[in-house]
Antibody, heavy 118, light 108 residues
């Protein structure tokens, strides 16, 4: 059974940094691209970033480009999202998801809440 | 980017009834690259439908998707108690991939 468990969320001041982690199990992690998707309070879902299985290729939404960095450690079956220069509008629940083809998202985690506020 | 508008915002129905959820795109979604997800409170989102009409693994056949171009529909033929949830559509035909704002199916 595929399981994805996000962690690392919390309260951070504007301009601050946070690193999210997503621990995966139940599948061959290194062969799967992964994405982060977020949902701001009362808003819809927004794709944030994607990384291929090898980690060689990454992509980002325009709203986070230059501020967020996605990475992975296949020896630990974990994908990360380093978030810098955080803004109030980054406040959201952040989900990791399997994203094998860059099309739809097969499996999702439960999410971790990031709140950017002074 | 493609804007997806879901309607209605909330659907109040009884178990056993038929649910019809709409997802309208601001421009044509190429090759019917549209997916549907179910989200129950406290649970992970679940992929229901991809390619507009193909059910994901393990999804009951009471869930069906249809449509093309700019108009797509998710139908739940007979609502089971576990089907009351929020449903999202997502297009993956044009980058960036985008989602609708969701339709909540609640018990009447």
């Amino acid at each position: 059974e595929v399981q994805l468990l996000e962690s690392g969320g919390g309260l951070v001041q504007p301009g601050g940094s946070l690193r999210l982690s997503c621990a995966a199990s139940g599948f061959t992690f290194s062969t799967y691209a992964m994405s982060w998707v977020r949902q701001a309070p009362g808003k819809g879902l927004e794709w944030v970033s994607r990384i291929t299985g090898s980690g060689a290729y990454t992509s980002y939404a325009d709203s986070v480009k230059g501020r967020f960095t996605i990475s992975r450690d296949n020896s630990k079956n974990t994908v990360y999202l380093q978030m810098n220069s955080l803004r109030a509008e980054d406040t959201a629940v952040y989900y990791c998801a399997t994203d094998p083809r860059g099309w739809y998202f097969d499996h999702w985690g439960l999410g971790t809440l990031v709140t950017v506020s002074s | 980017e493609i804007v997806l508008t879901q309607s209605p915002g909330t659907l109040s129905l009884s178990p056993g009834e038929r649910a019809t959820l709409s997802c309208r795109a601001s421009q044509s979604v190429s090759s019917s690259y549209l997916a549907w997800y179910q989200h129950k409170r406290g649970q992970a989102l679940r992929l229901l439908i991809f390619g507009a009409s193909s059910r994901a693994t393990g999804i009951p056949d009471r869930f069906s998707g249809s449509g093309s171009g700019t108009d797509f529909t998710l139908t739940i033929s007979r609502l089971e108690p576990e089907d009351f949830a929020v449903y999202y559509c997502q297009q993956y035909g044009i980058s960036p991939r985008t989602f609708g704002q969701g339709t909540k199916v609640e018990i009447k």
